[in-house]
């Protein structure tokens, strides 16, 4: 019996990860085509140097890169680390989502619902990294769907969720102002106030935490190496969203080692 259940449930993860993958390859996609105004859902895949289109062999997930060895197939320009590490952490992101959810007890909604803020996450932190933008098109969808799962699955915790999303949006906002747009800019705005709303109180604090702390360490260590100079600009967005993933999975253990261990 344990040997069956090990069997499905090994089936299960590598299905789970084969279709985070894919997920993953149409996300860099998204990526792509809105930072170069294109629509992301028409039109068929098309290398960025040469503009030829792709076929199905030139976008297979992961295996298509291994195969091309990092090439286009038509014009031989190198192919970014970029996709295969976002395919293969989508994958990874989406068996892990997955499996929380199940030991969480939640429905097959609630779990679709974590899926797509997780895969919302990913393409932001891509976005933000590569060309500095976080699309309205991708945390505005994001935003409305958190308030209507709170609505529907959690109506008691709400205010909670709209205090929290509200509180953090407003002290990013005063940090923009403070700062005239140079340390962080609207878009960290709103991207906040959509972890606020996922989040709620108190795991909105340990992703903020998290993200200036790991924000604050990577840029010390980024002038140190001399690739970044004292003052200049950094996006934030990769080390919201990285925050935002950890607190939701393991937020709350986060939150009690806090209460337990630090404040006694």
């Known amino acids: 019996m344990w040997y069956t259940e090990s069997v499905m449930s090994a089936l299960q993860s590598i299905f789970l990860f084969v279709f985070g993958i894919c997920i993953g390859s149409f996300l860099n996609c998204v990526v792509w085509r809105l ?41 031989r320009s190198p192919i970014s680390w970029q996709y295969p590490i976002v395919e293969l952490a989508t994958g990874i992101l989406t068996v892990v989502s997955f499996q929380l959810s199940v030991v969480r007890g939640e429905d097959s909604l609630s779990t679709v619902y974590w899926l797509l803020i997780t895969y919302a996450l990913i393409t932001l932190f891509v976005s933000d990294l590569g060309y500095q933008t976080i699309p309205d098109e991708i945390v505005f969808p994001a935003i409305i769907l958190a308030i209507l799962y709170s609505i529907l699955y959690s ?12 509180g953090a949006a407003g002290f990013f906002l005063f940090l923009v102002m403070v700062t005239r747009g ?83």
């Open 182 to 264: 140079r340390g962080m800019g609207m878009g960290d705005v709103k991207l906040v106030a959509l972890m606020g709303l996922v989040l709620g109180w108190p795991k909105i604090i340990v992703a903020l935490f998290l993200a200036f702390l790991t924000g604050a360490f990577i840029g010390v260590i980024l002038i140190l190496l001399g690739k970044k100079r004292f003052g200049q600009h950094i996006p934030f967005g990769p080390f919201l969203t990285s925050a935002t993933l950890i607190s939701l999975f393991w937020g709350g253990l986060i939150w009690q080692w806090y209460l337990e261990k630090i404040m006694g």
């Open 35 to 75: 930072n170069h105004d294109c629509s992301p859902l028409r039109g068929r895949s098309f290398c960025p140097k040469c503009k030829h289109k792709l076929g199905w062999k030139d976008n297979i997930p992961l295996l298509s890169f291994v195969l091309l060895r990092g090439k286009c197939r038509y014009c």
């Open 155 to 166: 109506p008691f915790s709400i205010l909670n969720s709209l205090l929290a999303g509200a």
